[in-house]
């Protein structure tokens, strides 16, 4: 069984990794312009906060977007997120955010997780996004 | 003497009522504490998406790199009603190919009855899942038996599906008798009294020619005549509603039915799956699911899916259409055995609550359909709980709805 054979794991993630999109760089690196989250907020205050909460808190319901939300899209291609989003959010009107209000949102969960700011703009392109990593927050000591 | 309701300790009545208690109940008409519907006992609103699946629910299989993946999602208002038979089919599928251990991503009532299922036939069972039982849309059901509420359309559906409906719904029936009088009353059956000014007419639903669009052209169901309607192939072991004479009538309203309701008390009945799951070895794992190609990394070669309206867009199942349901919660009133509904509106009595819902009559089944807002409404909830309570006050005082 594949489950019992380690070395054919790690041909696999070595031949998935082959066939991703390098990763260029990470939301540690400064991704997003203050600028962007701050339209951010407005967008999520409007169509998001709603289910999600004012501080993005989440309910028993609807899941939070800091903290368990990193462990859920950490180590992953900002993209996945993105493409999410852009799908599936909000849940009563999927599909109905601006890639730039995507990307805005985005930048904005990203500086409540404590993901520092940069001076470029989060791209608000799919393909793009596939080159940047969404990290785990760094704990503070 | 009108009416058997009497009045539990302590409980402020109309004098009327109180009256009443002192009278011995009639043979044939039960004695009843009566509900409090005011608004402060109003505790919780829930709401949540059921996943009518067009087709019925997916028990289909399919291989994501060298997994087996066996579908169990999209059971539309029934996913509670139909948990162990459907279950056991998904875990029958994954028996044959001879695993030892399995993986089920997903914690709602349809993952967690799968897990255990498999348990039972001597499986190691891992549960990938981003929230547990507790938080997810299952628990926010309304949890009544009801095995037959959209739970297909009736054209995509096919001429074999009534037949596996009816194998689900039997099996899962026998199996609910095998939690019936444990601790907690995880499963548990009360009288429900259906309550009219007019003679009650079992509604139809019979096709309207003047609509013309279909789930075929658009998508969406646009008439209950579209959904499958399959409950009465269970006739014969549900319990039905049967008339009620008047001196066996406790609310005193000119017409009225009584039927036995079976019906699930999620926290009893959730500890109990849980608690069998874990006593059996099962591991929990918290996990977030981003595509199909993420089973592929499960370290288990055989997979169930049941991740209910979210496999909508995990696996991109548009024929997953949501239908959006709420239910508002009272305080638990344990002296109230019984529930009661008229014109669509209704209440029951649970261990956890007492459940209110309004469902618009003419609506039947297309009432939230295609809709995904899942924030809860309150003034529905407190219309259909200012409704009912004119059948807690002498049948001479009421002013009719």
Not at chain 1, 89 to 113: D, H, Y
Not at chain 2, 149 to 155: D, K, M
Not at chain 2, 200 to 218: G, H
Not at chain 2, 221 to 248: C, G, K, M, W, Y
């Amino acid at each position: 069984m594949m489950g019992r054979k380690p070395l054919g794991w790690a041909l696999a993630a070595l031949v998935l990794a082959a066939a991703s999109p390098a990763i260029s760089r990470g939301s540690s690196d400064g991704i997003y312009t203050p600028a962007q989250a701050d339209q951010g907020a407005r967008v999520y205050a409007m169509k998001c906060a709603m289910c999600h909460g004012a501080a993005l808190e989440g309910t028993v319901e609807t899941p939070g977007l800091v903290g368990k939300f990193v462990a859920n899209w950490a180590g992953r291609p900002v993209g996945n997120l993105f493409s999410y989003l852009g799908r599936a959010m909000p849940q009563n009107a999927p599909g109905s955010l601006t890639p730039e209000e995507n990307a805005q949102v985005i930048a904005f969960i990203l500086r409540a997780n404590g993901a520092p700011e940069g001076n470029r703009l989060l791209p608000a392109d799919g393909a793009a996004l596939e080159r940047l990593s969404l990290d785990a927050v760094q704990p503070a000591i | 003497m009108r009416g058997a309701l009497v009045a539990a300790a302590g409980m402020a009545v109309p004098g009327s009522l109180r009256a009443q208690a002192a009278a011995a109940p009639l043979m044939g008409r039960p004695a009843l504490v009566p509900m409090r519907l005011s608004p402060d006992q109003l505790i919780d609103l829930k709401c949540c998406i059921r996943p009518l699946r067009a087709a019925g629910p997916n028990l289909g299989t399919e291989m994501v790199r060298e997994k087996l993946v066996i579908h169990n999602y999209g059971h539309g208002g029934s996913g509670w009603s139909l948990s162990w038979g459907s279950a056991e089919v998904a875990v029958g599928k994954a028996l044959s190919v001879l695993p030892d251990r399995i993986a089920v991503v997903g914690c709602g009532i349809i993952g967690l009855t799968s897990a255990v299922v498999a348990q039972r036939a001597g499986l190691q069972v891992t549960i990938y899942a981003r929230d547990p039982i507790q938080r997810t849309r299952s628990f926010r059901a309304s949890g009544s038996f009801t095995p037959g509420s959209r739970i297909a359309l009736a054209g995509p559906a096919g001429a074999q599906f009534p037949d596996q409906w009816e194998q689900m719904a039997r099996f899962s029936w026998k199996m609910f008798r095998t939690m019936l009088g444990l601790p907690g009353d995880p499963v548990a059956f009360g009288e429900s009294y259906a309550l009219s000014d007019n003679p009650i007419e079992r509604r139809t639903s019979s096709a309207d020619p003047a609509i013309t669009a279909s789930y075929e052209t658009t998508g969406l169901p646009h008439q209950n005549a579209e959904f499958a309607h399959l409950d009465s192939r269970i006739r014969d072991i549900v319990p039905q509603s049967t008339p009620l004479a008047p001196e066996e009538n406790p609310f005193g309203t000119p017409y009225a039915q009584r039927s036995s309701q079976m019906y699930f008390n999620f926290p009893a009945y959730t500890h109990l799956l849980m608690s069998e799951f874990l006593a059996r070895g099962g591991r929990y794992e918290m996990r977030n699911f981003h595509s199909p190609a993420d089973f592929g990394d499960l370290p288990e070669r055989v997979i169930v899916h049941a991740t209910g309206f979210a496999a909508r867009d995990l696996w991109q199942d548009h024929t997953v259409i949501p239908v959006r349901g709420q239910t508002g919660w009272l305080v638990p009133q344990p002296g109230v055995t019984y529930s009661i509904r008229s014109n669509n509106m209704s209440a029951l009595s649970k261990a956890d609550g007492i459940v209110i819902m309004n469902n618009n009559p003419d609506m039947g089944d297309m009432l939230g359909v295609g809709d995904s807002m899942e924030l809860a409404n309150r003034a529905p909830v407190e219309e259909a709980m200012a409704s009912l309570s004119r059948f807690f006050i002498p049948p001479a005082e009421r002013s009719a709805t």
